[in-house]
């Protein structure tokens, strides 16, 4: 739209210029129109201006002195001289003044246009440069927690004020439906960015604070947009510190995470009208904690999906933010990664969570579907690999206690040593051995033991038994009897 106002001392010319502008084109909107270039200066704080077309010949200000004053105070306006004098000098004047055109009386209404076409064309074109180069710029803002003094001082926003919407929609075409809706009709000026795949926002300037009243037209012209998707819409407090650009971010996106736990297709929500979550996700999570550490050893899915089932039944009392929902689950994963040695590899090789996916899911129900379905994926096949190799399990482990016997066997070693907890070990190794991982290696020391005594006659006793992993003699000797029922003194004589 190019905003035009005309300064005339004549009503007929004036009167005439306006009426005929105005059914030219919608897009040439007269917002003003002034006997002297003294009442249009009066007036100029509360006009936003494009073009001014004035005479020259003018009681008070005439039109030579107008432009000197536009051009000091407001150089983005655009000036056309209109007058019936033909001197050069004139014209002359007028281009050193930085007028765009000098137009004679009679006005040649096509002149006119298509130099208004003209400034209209060239005031797009700069928009949509300023609009890119802006876009740059506040997706730093929007990143960077403490921007530096120098980036600020350089960054001017439009309008004094702005206020930041953020947009969530099942389908692209939801935001770009809405996004399109309200330049279409020009409720405020606004850029539009992509913050990543599903999140969107609009940073809406103003010249003063949003009002109640226009946040209810936003409303309404957004959601008749949307209506074939659904779209979760939250806005921010408006501010005028450009520093403030990523408060107002977060406020409007706490606002926006709130319509996960809505039923409705459409979502809008102000951030002043939230309850702030005061959830300590780490205290909520350690409820669980324990409980899912003891199914995830032993690899008990019905119980795992049970334990996540109730950590977002917490989440959904607490009503808990995207990104907070997001910090539980990792938290989740590492308690996965530590109980099972085999997880980290899958996890890697095959990440399915797609926390991008849950940062732009519509409800609470999709998230937890999300990661319980990609977590519980990896689950199986930690459990299908384990009951592939069960049995080769336990031979790595007794072929490293027969060639390790006199070494500290660590309980978690040996499980790490073939991907299994070491609850796990425990358990496949008594079921198949019959006996204890511990019970199996003091079996295979005492009867190296044996064989030192009967064959290696000049080794005393406390050195067979540190040679079998028992440095405290009395120890050795107290085993030893336990297990074979005498003395290894007793058991080296008999054997001579």
């Known amino acids: 739209m190019l905003r035009i106002v005309i300064v005339d001392d004549e009503i007929l010319i004036r009167d005439g210029m306006a009426r005929m502008i105005s059914k030219e084109n919608v897009e040439f909107q007269v917002v003003g129109i002034f006997p ?28 030579l002195e107008l432009i000197r004053e536009l051009k000091v ?3 983005h306006i655009r000036s056309i001289l209109i007058s019936g004098f033909v001197e050069f000098n004139y014209a002359r004047e007028a281009i050193r003044c930085s007028a765009v055109d000098y137009l004679l009386k009679p006005i040649n209404k096509e002149q006119l246009f298509e130099l208004l076409y003209q400034l209209d064309e060239e005031k797009r074109i700069q928009a949509d440069n300023n609009e890119r180069q802006r876009s740059g710029l506040l ?6 927690e403490e921007p530096s003094a120098i980036f600020l001082d350089n960054f001017i926003l439009p309008y004094p004020h702005f206020s930041i919407f953020v947009l969530k929609g099942s389908h692209p075409e939801a935001v770009w439906h809405a996004t399109a809706t309200l330049r279409q009709e020009k409720v405020f000026l606004f850029d539009y960015i992509e913050i990543q795949n599903g999140i969107h926002i609009w940073i809406c300037y103003s010249k003063e604070i949003l009002s109640s009243v226009t946040h209810q037209i936003i409303e309404s ?43 409705s297709t459409f979502h809008y929500a102000h951030v002043r009208d939230l309850k702030q979550s005061v959830a300590d996700i780490a205290e909520l999570f350690n409820t669980f904690r324990d409980s ?3 199914e995830l050893q032993i690899l008990n899915l019905t119980g795992i999906m049970k334990e996540l089932h109730n950590v977002f039944s917490a ?17 989740v994963e590492e308690t996965a990664e530590k109980e099972l040695p085999e997880f980290e590899v899958i996890d890697r090789g095959n990440n399915a969570v797609g926390y991008k996916k849950i940062q732009s899911s519509m409800s609470v129900n999709e998230i937890e579907t999300l990661f319980n379905t990609s977590f519980s994926a990896k689950l199986t096949e930690i459990r299908v690999q384990r009951l592939k190799g069960s049995d080769k399990a336990v031979e790595v482990v007794k072929r490293w206690i027969t060639a390790n016997y006199n070494q500290h066997a660590e309980l978690n070693t040996l499980a790490n040593m073939v991907y299994l907890t070491p609850s796990y070990l425990s358990k496949l190794f008594k079921q198949e051995i019959g006996l204890t991982l511990t019970d199996y290696i003091i079996e295979v020391r005492i009867t190296k033991a044996k064989q030192l005594l009967r064959n290696s006659l000049d080794m005393k006793v406390h050195e067979i038994g540190a040679e079998v992993g028992y440095v405290d003699p009395a120890y050795f000797n107290k085993l030893f009897k336990r297990v074979v029922g005498i003395t290894p003194n007793e058991y080296k004589r008999i054997s001579i």
């Open 315 to 331: 989440v959904r009392t607490q009503r808990c933010s995207t990104n907070m929902i997001i910090s539980i689950c990792r938290m």
């Open 36 to 63: 002297d270039g003294m009442q249009m200066l009066n007036k100029l704080p509360q006009l936003d201006i494009d073009v001014v077309i004035t005479d020259i010949r003018m009681p008070q200000i005439d039109g």
């Open 73 to 75: 105070s407001h150089p």
């Open 292 to 294: 899912l550490i003891h």
């Open 139 to 144: 997706l730093t803002l929007l990143q960077v």
């Open 221 to 263: 012209y957004v959601q008749a947009s949307s209506s074939d998707y659904s779209l979760h819409v939250g806005t921010s407090h408006s501010y005028m510190e450009v520093d403030k650009i990523r408060l107002a971010y977060l406020e409007a996106k706490h606002a926006c995470d709130a319509g996960i736990y809505t039923t």
